[in-house]
T-cell receptor, first 111, second 112 residues
Framework: QKEVEQNSGPLSVPEGAIASLNCTYS??????FFWYRQYSGKSPELIMF????GDKEDGRFTAQLNKASQYVSLLIRDSQPSDSATYLC???????????FGKGNQVVVIP | DADVTQTPRNRITKTGKRIMLECSQT?????MYWYRQDPGLGLRLIYY???????NKGEISDGYSVSRQAQAKFSLSLESAIPNQTALYFC???????????FGPGTRLTVT
């Protein structure tokens, strides 16, 4: 089982709609969870982090964490063309002192 | 000015050559990391350092070496480059006690 899985293929959403991205992780002891946005050819940019079960909102972004189900999600409300990017889920493994990254989900916002 | 800088930004080199990628940061972070990114494989950790005297191997350290010259500088070397080391390389930093990592702009390396 992969440490961090992002299984959905490219996601196309109309402008103004909600984009929903999902991520599962295998290490039940993981404590910190991150979402990065990466534009093509650019570096990953940290957009959200969440440590506790529940929802965390920041502007148009909401991160949701369910540790019992080992599941973290990212919602992008009122999607804009500038949100078109690949979104990487990352999980902190304290025992290994590193972040484990998923392979990412591409989001395409259609004007 | 950028908080995390990488040089060079692009490099084409030949098989067997030694090459060094450099990373500098002004964020004052203690921890620094080197990753490579390949299409379909995601980000993979090569080496990381929690301070000047602490160097650790990541998932894919074979064929690479690093040097932490100062708190703000962390270099990655390919002793004898091979074509499958063609990738996008990122340096990242984080503060002690946190796992929020901040990435440099990347170096696109091509080994022919």
């Amino acid at each position: 089982q992969k440490e961090v899985e992002q299984n959905s293929g490219p996601l196309s959403v109309p402008e103004g709609a909600i984009a929903s991205l999902n991520c599962t992780y295998s290490d039940r002891g993981s404590q910190s969870f991150f979402w990065y946005r990466q534009y093509s050819g650019k570096s990953p940019e940290l957009i959200m982090f969440i440590y506790s079960n529940g929802d965390k909102e920041d502007g148009r972004f909401t991160a949701q964490l369910n540790k019992a189900s080992q599941y973290v999600s990212l919602l992008i409300r009122d999607s804009q063309p500038s949100d078109s990017a690949t979104y990487l889920c990352a999980v902190a493994h304290y025992g290994n002192n590193r972040l484990a990254f998923g392979k990412g989900n591409q989001v395409v916002v259609i004007p | 000015d950028a908080d995390v800088t990488q040089t060079p930004r692009n490099r084409i080199t030949k098989t067997g050559k030694r090459i060094m990628l450099e990373c500098s940061q002004t964020k004052g972070h203690d921890r620094m990391y080197w990753y490579r990114q390949d299409p379909g494989l995601g980000l993979r950790l090569i080496y990381y350092s929690f301070d000047v005297k602490d160097i650790n191997k990541g998932e894919i350290s074979d064929g690479y070496s690093v040097s932490r010259q100062a708190q703000a500088k962390f270099s990655l070397s390919l002793e004898s480059a091979i074509p499958n080391q063609t990738a996008l390389y990122f340096c990242a930093t984080s503060d002690s006690g946190t796992y929020e990592q901040y990435f440099g702009p990347g170096t696109r390396l091509t080994v022919t």
